[in-house]
Structures are given as C-alpha cells and as structure tokens.
C-alpha cells in the first residue's frame, strides 16, 4: 500500500485547512489521520469506515474536524476549521489491510 498525502500549510488560528490522502493498493478498509505534535507521541485524529458511514474522532478535534471518503476510491480528506495552536504538527495518513501503512506526514502549523 502507498499512501500520498497533501494539503499542509500555516495558518492563523481560527483558519482553515483541507488535507487529502490518496491510497494505492488491495483490500484497505479503515483509514484515517493521526497527528504528532512535536516531542509528543502519535496521536489519533479521525478514522473512518471503508464506507464512509462510520467515523471517530477525538475529543479535542469534534466538531471542528470532518473526515470524509470518496465511495469509489480509496481516498480521504480532512477538513480542519477553527483550527487552534494545539493542532500543529505532523499529520499522517493511515490505511489498514492486515497492518497498519502510514504516509510521509505533511506539517500543519497553527500561529496564536
């Protein structure tokens, strides 16, 4: 599986952002983004069902984050509005088959 991600940037607090992850492969189901801040672990942001009817999100991004799905590919996007400085850092894109494969990350930083 390869996974390609894009859509990172800077923004001001109370700003907006869409990221976007393209996935190649067999047999995906989940998929979804994680986030590390820096010197912090990998934490959950979204997930969302290989139908796009399911979809879980952290508390701290709740509605102000959407996660979607295009029904025919296996590709996701984010929506991050009101987006606050605890939202910078590396955002990966994560699909699962049998494992979990993760893409290369692009940067979301946020200024107070």
């Known amino acids: 599986v390869q996974l390609q991600a894009s859509g990172g940037g800077s923004v001001q607090a109370g700003g907006s952002l869409r990221l976007s992850c393209v996935a190649s492969?067999?047999?995906?189901?989940?998929m979804g983004w994680y986030r590390q801040p820096v010197g912090k672990q990998r934490e959950l942001v979204a997930t969302i069902s290989r139908s796009g009817t399911a979809t879980n999100y952290a508390d701290s991004v709740k509605g102000r984050f959407i996660i979607s799905r295009t029904g025919y590919e296996n590709t996701i996007y984010l929506q991050m509005n009101n987006l606050q400085p605890q939202d910078t850092g590396v955002y990966y894109c994560?699909?699962?088959?049998?494992?979990?494969?993760w893409g290369q990350g692009t940067q979301v930083t946020v200024s107070s």
């Open positions: 492969g067999n047999r995906i189901s989940v």
């Open positions: 994560l699909a699962t088959t049998n494992t979990m494969n």
